[in-house]
């Protein structure tokens, strides 16, 4: 007769009760994590003032961004090179092209109007500090919106008279 042996009992790994409440301790804590973070204010990206002259990334036309009755306004003082010897974008300069932007949030403003001389058409806008000297302006909402980049302007703007 063959000799039978008992079978050994395989003790399953079980977790002591101090890595059971270590880890549940952890996941316990996740929630309270997040919602810090969520509670949490956005730093603002950059302190420096967002009054000045800033350029159009994409065309070079150049804004010069200031206070206007508890609202941000931009004017066109610059306009980009191929548009200098043009009449109809010389009467352009001087054109009050962002109005009624308000502060949203920290490095942002909202409820903006946006005003395209080229066209004469007014759309909604806000503006987005993406850094120390580039904001991201977003013209209209939804599918038909459209963004573009600025960056601060240290030079003198051209292709506008200087204004009076």
Known sequence: MPDIQPTRQRRLCRPSAKALILTFGVFASLPGIAQGLRAAPAAPVSAAPIEGLWRFVDDGSVVMLASCDAALCG??????????????????????????????????????????????????????????????????????????????????????????
């Open 75 to 164: 004017v066109l003082r610059g306009l980009p090179p191929a548009q200098r010897g043009d009449r109809a974008a010389q009467a352009a300069c001087g054109a009050q092209v962002f109005s009624g932007f308000v502060a949203g949030a920290p490095d942002r403003w909202v409820r903006g109007q946006v005003f395209d001389p080229a066209t004469g058409g007014r759309y909604s806008g806000s503006l987005r500090r993406v850094g120390p000297d580039r904001l991201e302006l977003q013209v209209g909402s939804g599918l038909l919106s459209s963004r573009e980049t600025l960056e601060r302007h240290l030079g003198p703007a051209q292709g506008c008279a200087a204004p009076s």
